[in-house]
Structures are given as C-alpha cells and as structure tokens.
C-alpha cells in the first residue's frame, strides 16, 4: 500500500514540474486578425494589460482590423477603457 501510494508521490511531482516547464515560454493572451487582406500580425502576451493595450494601438495593428480589434476589446478588456 505505502508502495503505491510513494508512486503516485513521485508521479504527480513529476508531472507537475514536466507542466511547469511547458508553460514557461507560452503565452496566455493572443490575437492575430485578417480583415479585407490587412493583417494585424500575430501578437503574443504573458498579461491582459498588455494585450489591452496592444489592441488599441493603430501602428503596432498595421492599422488593420479595427472592428475586430475594437470588438475583442470589447470582449476581453471589459474593465477598461478603448
């Protein structure tokens, strides 16, 4: 029983920090849009702020997809202003 229970130990530890590592370079937010053929590029953000702020800026866009910046905004940054 102790054997069992050590091995579920050890798995879960090691699961855990095999976790920790996959999620050290990904993002949490993201965007990319593609309107009338301008496209806004793929943008990648570790915190909604930063994002927040990404959308509402026209030269960091290409000065594309305003609709869908505006209406993600909208969506995702509801506790701030555009």
């Known amino acids: ?48 702020q930063e994002m927040c702020n990404t959308l509402k800026d026209n030269s960091a866009n290409s000065n594309c997809a305003y609709n869908e910046r505006y209406a993600k905004f909208q969506s995702d940054c509801y506790d701030m202003q555009w």
């Not at 050590?6 to 965007?31: E, H, M, P, R, V």
């Open 1 to 48: 029983m102790f054997f069992y229970l050590f091995a579920a130990l050890i798995f879960t530890t090691i699961q855990s920090c095999g976790d920790l590592n996959l999620n050290k370079n990904s993002y949490s937010y993201s965007y990319q849009f593609n309107s009338n053929g301008c496209d806004t590029g793929q943008h990648n953000f570790n915190s909604r």
